[in-house]
């Protein structure tokens, strides 16, 4: 559909205007500012939410138009989720411990390699994350998410070379030796039989043991290399979800400003996930994941996934370029733009300027540490709680489908719980402190009944539980917390380079961290205490540094903005101050309280 400009029409007010939500809302803000002038004589008392006043004006689509493009923004944003889950999510972690080990079980090194590349990956795209921000604003979005929608193609193809040309670990078998001491093992078509790296915990290759196969170091492999080139790439080009946020908050008024961002956030994000995870089981299944490595684990699924995800980026492709217009027409497109916005780290500036964006700040890079730091462990710590239970081929299909139930919570979490509970019931600032408590007991459950040698499936159901109540409305509640601080509408591509930027920083700090540093630390006391038959020294590092560490920090970034600087916040999201938290060291019962009325006590 062509843009159509409608800033050449008369202004109808909103009490003459039945339908339209743009009409509507540009009236509804101008009928709360004029009592305030005629109150005072002139002009009305500033305030911090009255620096986007502005905003709802400069979208100059109705109501069923904003839906309409919304909806293909975010079908476009589904189906990269979809794609990233598929390939980058399940097929690359396995296909790096087969790169380092010959089995998809994680060995120190190849643990270290998939830590390193992920913080690579997260790294590249904080110094690009602010620049692209500022190009979507000169150039428009389209053009931008449609780059990072191409960019995984090459990818997909540099992961495709590199798992054919992976190493062989097959070691060559006597007819004799065969017969005498590996009859239940499966002979490959080399007539050879797979034997991992020395490395690997033994739980499925007691046999391979037995027989005495001679077992290679874990180390560096060439084909490594093809991995890091690959996560620069993505780094740089490929992150679309900042640009579909940037994108909605062209495109809404205040009003509808958090309904929006939750469903980018539930349909396009988490669903798009949740899509991928079953797109994924299907293809484990399909291409003969349920093999266990005694009789033959070969990974096939690896490079169909990698095929069937650039089917879902060429999808995506079609709903940006043929049926998405462009939130920024030519006209308002920003020639002029801050130097320091360039910059990766261009958003302490902003900070400087406003404290209380400076503690948002806080809160989304620490958000972004334990979504890192879970990124890169999390197959290895499940593997770690149920490998001795399942066995290597049902561990890693059961893990598809924990995933897939947290992301399917998640949506759930993202939509429902937000618009029609936490926000309706609580308000949107007290959201937040639901968020932290009700995000505890994942910690609480890893340390204690997950940290046994055989726990049951049973406790996965309380991760579930936190995904539908914490995990899952954190997403659109920090996105509109964030956007909402830009003081203008050319301001909002700058804003989502921001946040992209900082997402990235804190996500490439905590894989670096958790992923490279803890990771293959904790991968061989995990081995040792496997054959030892003791208990996993050290098994509470990742649950404390990669989980609870960034729960209680972000937490603590929310408290300082909304005790201390909450005058600075633009509140972009709404035109009234009825959920406002305050200071009040003299109120019986709790320092921080929500309302006016407590405004005036202060």
């Known amino acids: 559909v062509p843009y159509i400009d409608f800033s050449s029409l008369p202004h109808i007010p909103s009490s003459q205007s039945s339908s339209g939500s743009n009409?509507?809302?540009?009236?509804?803000?101008?009928?709360?500012?004029?009592?305030?002038?005629?109150?005072?004589?002139?002009?009305?008392?500033?305030?911090?939410?009255?620096?986007?006043?502005d905003l709802d004006e400069q979208s100059d689509w109705n109501s069923a138009r904003r839906t309409l493009n919304v909806r293909w923004v975010t079908v476009a944003l589904w189906m990269a989720c979809c794609a990233y889950i598929i390939a980058v999510f399940q097929a690359v972690p396995v296909s790096l411990h087969f790169q380092v080990g010959g089995t998809s079980v994680p060995t120190p090194v190849s643990q270290f390699h998939l830590?390193?590349?992920?913080?690579?990956?997260?790294?590249?795209?904080?110094?690009?994350?602010?620049?692209?921000?500022?190009?979507?604003?000169?150039?428009?979005?389209?053009?931008?998410?449609?780059?990072?929608?191409?960019?995984?193609?090459?990818?997909?193809?540099?992961?495709?070379?590199?798992?054919?040309?992976?190493?062989?670990?097959?070691?060559?078998?006597?007819?004799?030796?065969?017969?005498?001491?590996?009859?239940?093992?499966?002979?490959?078509?080399s007539g050879g039989v797979l034997v991992p790296c020395a490395d690997?915990?033994?739980?499925?290759?007691?046999?391979?043991?037995?027989?005495?196969?001679?077992?290679?170091?874990?180390?560096?492999k060439p084909q490594i290399a093809f991995y890091y080139v690959c996560y620069v790439i993505m780094g740089i080009f490929t992150p679309y979800q900042p640009h579909a946020i940037g994108?909605?908050?062209?495109?809404?008024?205040?009003?509808?400003?958090?309904?929006?961002?939750?469903?980018?956030?539930?349909?396009?994000?988490?669903?798009?996930?949740?899509?991928?995870?079953?797109?994924?089981?299907?293809v484990f299944l399909g291409a003969g994941g349920r093999e266990n490595q005694e009789t033959g684990f070969?990974?096939?699924?690896?490079?169909?996934?990698?095929?069937?995800?650039?089917?879902?980026?060429?999808?995506?492709?079609?709903?940006?370029n043929f049926k998405a217009e462009d939130s920024i027409p030519p006209k308002k497109r920003t020639k002029k733009y801050k130097c320091t916005d360039c910059l990766p780290a261009g958003f302490l500036s902003?900070?400087?300027?406003?404290?209380?964006?400076?503690?948002?700040?806080?809160?989304?890079?620490?958000?972004?540490?334990?979504?890192?730091?879970?990124?890169?462990?999390?197959?290895?710590?499940?593997?770690?709680?149920?490998?001795?239970?399942?066995?290597?081929?049902?561990?890693?299909?059961?893990?598809?489908?924990?995933?897939?139930?947290?992301y399917l919570l998640n949506i759930v979490g993202a939509i429902f719980t937000?618009?029609?509970?936490?926000?309706?019931?609580?308000?949107?600032?007290?959201?937040?402190?639901?968020?932290?408590?009700?995000?505890?007991?994942?910690?609480?459950?890893?340390?204690?009944?997950?940290?046994?040698?055989?726990?049951?499936?049973?406790?996965?159901?309380?991760?579930?539980?936190?995904?539908?109540?914490?995990?899952?409305?954190?997403?659109p509640l920090r996105a509109s917390l964030f956007m909402g601080q830009a003081p203008s509408f050319d301001d909002r591509g700058a804003f989502s380079g921001m946040l992209r930027s900082?997402?990235?920083?804190?996500?490439?700090?905590?894989?670096?961290?958790?992923?490279?540093?803890?990771?293959?630390?904790?991968?061989?006391?995990?081995?040792?205490?496997?054959?030892?038959?003791?208990?996993?020294?050290?098994?509470w590092t990742l649950p404390v540094v990669g989980y609870l560490m960034p729960l209680i920090l972000s937490y603590v970034c929310f408290i300082l903005g909304e005790g201390c600087c909450v005058k600075d916040d633009v509140r972009g999201w709404d035109n009234d101050d009825e959920n406002r938290l305050v200071l009040n060291c003299c109120k019986r019962g709790g320092l921080l309280v929500y309302g006016d009325e407590e405004v005036e006590k202060v």
């Not at 509507?24 to 620096?51: I, V």
């Not at 539930?266 to 994924?280: D, E, K, M, N």
């Not at 920083?505 to 990771?519: N, T």
């Open 502 to 539: 900082i997402e990235a920083l804190g996500k490439a700090v905590g894989a670096l961290i958790v992923g490279s540093l803890l990771g293959p630390t904790w991968n061989e006391t995990w081995k040792a205490s496997v054959e030892s038959g003791g208990a996993h020294e050290g098994y």
């Open 418 to 475: 937000v618009s029609m509970c936490y926000i309706p019931r609580c308000g949107f600032k007290n959201s937040f402190h639901l968020v932290f408590w009700l995000g505890l007991p994942t910690i609480i459950i890893m340390m204690t009944a997950l940290n046994s040698k055989m726990p049951s499936l049973a406790w996965l159901v309380v991760i579930w539980l936190v995904s539908l109540t914490s995990t899952g409305p954190m997403q």
């Open 115 to 189: 830590g390193m590349g992920l913080a690579v990956f997260r790294i590249f795209t904080f110094v690009f994350g602010s620049p692209l921000g500022i190009l979507s604003n000169r150039f428009g979005r389209k053009p931008v998410m449609s780059v990072a929608l191409c960019s995984y193609i090459p990818v997909f193809a540099l992961f495709a070379v590199a798992w054919y040309s992976r190493p062989s670990f097959s070691q060559a078998v006597s007819a004799a030796k065969y017969t005498n001491d590996t009859a239940a093992l499966t002979l490959d078509a």
């Open 298 to 320: 070969t990974g096939r699924f690896v490079p169909i996934s990698y095929f069937a995800a650039m089917f879902f980026i060429l999808v995506g492709l079609y709903f940006v």
């Open 200 to 220: 690997t915990p033994s739980y499925n290759f007691t046999e391979i043991d037995a027989a005495g196969f001679p077992k290679p170091a874990c180390e560096w």
């Open 350 to 406: 902003r900070g400087m300027d406003n404290k209380y964006f400076m503690a948002t700040l806080g809160y989304s890079f620490w958000t972004a540490f334990g979504g890192g730091a879970n990124e890169s462990v999390i197959l290895m710590m499940f593997q770690r709680w149920y490998l001795p239970v399942l066995g290597e081929g049902p561990v890693v299909l059961m893990f598809v489908v924990y995933a897939l139930l947290v």
């Open 23 to 53: 009409s509507s809302s540009g009236g509804s803000s101008r009928a709360l500012a004029a009592p305030e002038a005629a109150a005072g004589g002139g002009k009305p008392k500033p305030r911090a939410s009255s620096l986007l006043s």
């Open 247 to 282: 994108y909605v908050s062209d495109v809404s008024p205040k009003t509808e400003m958090i309904s929006n961002q939750s469903f980018v956030a539930g349909c396009g994000y988490f669903f798009g996930l949740f899509g991928g995870f079953v797109v994924a089981l299907v």
